[in-house]
């Protein structure tokens, strides 16, 4: 297939419509990234760049909804739990339309569902994916990487999902963040239950223990109350938080919430 060439004016023209699409179907964030950027940074092998999985593409777009404080701080608790789910259900349906849209445009697209592996026993085996969107959403200038391992976002801290559409229309790629936004207060690291965070001194600000933190997500998985998320809910760092207050719930209100529905309610962890 041919390449489409477009103009200057073409490209800013494209992306302010792929903008609004993606806007309209309920994304809070949106970036470009060139594929260029993962040879450029090297944060992973090149068998996960997209364009030597998909040879064709050209740009990365990262989509990224928002996850309410006041739900992600009963966490571990079914109300979390079916907060994700809905997040997850939106992100691949706004992706699989964007992809949908540049189609019609006459470009080649598609997504990446927005994780992407068959149950959580695989990830306790190997919790990696075959494409990153943490590394796409830095690439494409939603945030830098914090210590606790997932994308900081200006506005919404960690406390964002994300998916990536991968197209071989050529868009002007948005401006990487320059400042860190991660503040390394290490309350991520403090509030973990599993301990799954040993700080460093370098660039790396720590280092995670993945395997103790999916089997921790594989115990609470059989109790009805998945994901953990409790380096993203304490996170500092965002509007969303100035929004609902530095706590979002009452504790009466988290422990009332984690007495309904799932197994093991009340107990140790908070
Ligand atoms: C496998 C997986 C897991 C595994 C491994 C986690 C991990 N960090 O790799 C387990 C089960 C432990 C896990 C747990 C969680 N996950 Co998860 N997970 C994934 C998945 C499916 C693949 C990730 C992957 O391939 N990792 C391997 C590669 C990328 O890791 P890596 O090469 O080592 O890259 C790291 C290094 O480069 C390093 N690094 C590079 N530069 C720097 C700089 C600094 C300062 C530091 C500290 C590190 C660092 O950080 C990178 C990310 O870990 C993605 C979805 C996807 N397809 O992208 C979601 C994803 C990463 N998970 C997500 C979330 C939210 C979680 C949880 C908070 C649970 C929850 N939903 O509430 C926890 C905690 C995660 C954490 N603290 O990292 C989100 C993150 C969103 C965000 N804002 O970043 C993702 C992107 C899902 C989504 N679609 O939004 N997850
Ligand atoms: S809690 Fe503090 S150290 Fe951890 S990621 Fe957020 S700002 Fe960084
Ligand atoms: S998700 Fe929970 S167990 Fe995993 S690193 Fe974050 S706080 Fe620790």
Redesign the pocket.
């Known amino acids: 297939m041919e390449e489409i060439k477009l103009s200057p004016a073409e490209k800013s023209k494209l992306k302010q419509k792929i903008k609004r699409t993606a806007e309209k179907l309920g994304a809070n964030m949106v970036g470009f990234a060139n594929v260029e950027r993962w040879e450029e940074f090297k944060?992973?092998e090149p068998e996960?760049y997209p364009h030597t999985i998909w040879p064709w593409a050209r740009t990365v777009i990262v989509l990224?909804v928002q996850i309410y404080p006041s739900m992600?701080e009963t966490?571990p608790s079914v109300v979390?739990s079916e907060l994700?789910n809905t997040t997850?259900r939106l992100?691949d349906e706004m992706s699989y339309l964007v992809a949908n849209f540049l189609n019609r445009e006459g470009f080649r697209a598609h997504f990446?569902?927005?994780?992407?592996?068959g149950d959580?026993s695989v990830?306790v085996k190997k919790?990696?994916?075959?494409?990153?969107?943490?590394?796409?959403?830095?690439y494409a200038g939603l945030?830098?990487?914090?210590?606790?391992?997932?994308?900081?976002?200006p506005e919404f801290g960690?406390?964002?999902?994300?998916?990536s559409v991968i197209t071989d229309a050529e868009l002007t790629p948005d401006k990487m963040l320059e400042k860190?936004v991660?503040i390394k207060c290490q309350l991520?690291v403090k509030n973990c239950p599993v301990k799954?965070f040993t700080p460093r001194t370098d660039?790396?600000?720590?280092d995670?223990d993945?395997h103790a933190?999916?089997l921790y997500?594989q115990q609470l998985k059989g109790e009805f109350r998945y994901?953990?998320?409790k380096?993203?809910a304490v996170c500092p760092i965002g509007q969303d938080k100035k929004k609902y207050g530095r706590q979002a719930v009452s504790d009466a209100g988290i422990e009332h919430v984690r007495n309904f529905g799932s197994k093991n309610a009340v107990e140790n962890i908070k």
Not at 143 to 153: A, K, P, R
């Open positions: 944060h992973t996960f990224a992600l966490t979390y994700y997850n992100l990446f569902p927005r994780d992407c592996y959580i990830l919790p990696e994916a075959a494409f990153s969107h943490v590394i796409a959403g830095l945030g830098t990487i914090g210590m606790n391992h997932t994308l900081l976002t960690p406390r964002v999902r994300l998916v860190d991660c991520c799954a660039r790396v600000a720590a995670m993945k933190c999916a997500h994901p953990c998320g380096c993203t």
